[in-house]
């Protein structure tokens, strides 16, 4: 499951890990479930086309959503 590109996305990266690295601003405010799921989707048949499609996106964003970021 895309848990950890869908955290990203929606919560972005607050606090880089390392100092070199910039910051990613979060998404949650301005997408919605949809939206996101929809991202996710195109990303994975863009970048893994060989693999099969993630299912129930949508209802995983509404999970991951609920979730603190870290
Ligand atoms: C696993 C997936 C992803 C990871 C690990 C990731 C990680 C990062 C990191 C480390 C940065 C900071 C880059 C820097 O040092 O300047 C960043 C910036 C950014 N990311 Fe992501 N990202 C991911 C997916 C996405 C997706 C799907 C989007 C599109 C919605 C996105 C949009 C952005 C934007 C807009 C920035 C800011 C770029 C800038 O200000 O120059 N990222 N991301």
């Given at each position: 499951m895309p848990d950890n590109l869908i955290q990203v996305i929606l919560?972005?990266?607050?606090?880089?890990?390392?100092?070199?690295l910039g910051y990613m601003p979060a998404f949650k405010d301005s997408m919605s479930d949809g939206q996101v799921a929809e991202l996710a989707s195109f990303l994975r048949s863009q970048f893994a086309p060989g693999k099969p499609a993630w299912t129930d996106l949508a209802a995983t964003v509404g999970r991951i959503r609920q979730t603190i970021a870290r």
């Amino acid at each position: 499951m895309p848990d950890n590109l869908i955290q990203v996305i929606l919560h972005g990266i607050a606090k880089p890990a390392v100092t070199d690295l910039g910051y990613m601003p979060a998404f949650k405010d301005s997408m919605s479930d949809g939206q996101v799921a929809e991202l996710a989707s195109f990303l994975r048949s863009q970048f893994a086309p060989g693999k099969p499609a993630w299912t129930d996106l949508a209802a995983t964003v509404g999970r991951i959503r609920q979730t603190i970021a870290r």
